[in-house]
């Protein structure tokens, strides 16, 4: 039997075995650090405001409903403006936790430790389509 035969001896299948585990590495270290970062997420509370600042509605970056917050101005002008403060607050709401979750999104993969070979293996796919 040829060292080639063997797969302990073959230096091809020792670099994709360390390959391999490198993957499984870095993916157990990404589910780590997501959880993490959802956690964070989930007890960052984040206040959306209407326009004219009478109506607050208060939500975690996770999506968890926190409170609905409003003084009495927020009621002048009748039910069909107390919607559209509330339908402005909401909007200012979902933009900020967009922009959270983005950042926080941003800042976990810029801090991932994923090995070189698994980064170099989309260049090197593009570059045989080519």
């Known amino acids: 039997m040829s060292d080639d035969a063997n797969p302990d001896t073959n230096p091809e299948t020792n670099q994709e075995n360390q390959l391999l585990e490198e993957i499984k590495s870095s ?7 997501m959880k993490s970062t959802y956690s964070n997420l989930s007890g ?3 206040i959306g405001e209407s326009n004219d600042k009478t109506v607050r509605v208060i939500m975690t970056a996770t999506y968890s409903f926190e409170d609905i917050e ?7 002008g009748g039910i ?4 559209w403060r509330i339908r402005e607050a ?7 936790i967009q922009k959270a979750t983005q ?3 941003m ?11 698994i980064r ?5 796919e593009q570059k045989d389509e080519e």
Not at 70 to 76: K, M
Not at 90 to 96: A, G, I, M
Not at 107 to 117: A, I, R, S
Not at 120 to 124: A, F, G, L, P
């Open 27 to 33: 993916i157990m270290n990404m589910q780590d650090q």
């Open 44 to 46: 960052t509370k984040i």
């Open 70 to 76: 409003f003084d009495e101005r927020a009621l002048q």
């Open 80 to 83: 069909k403006e107390f919607k």
């Open 90 to 96: 909401w909007k200012d709401l979902s933009e900020k």
């Open 103 to 105: 950042s926080k999104t």
């Open 107 to 117: 800042e976990l993969l810029k801090g991932m430790n994923v090995p070189d070979d």
């Open 120 to 124: 170099n293996m989309s260049i090197e």
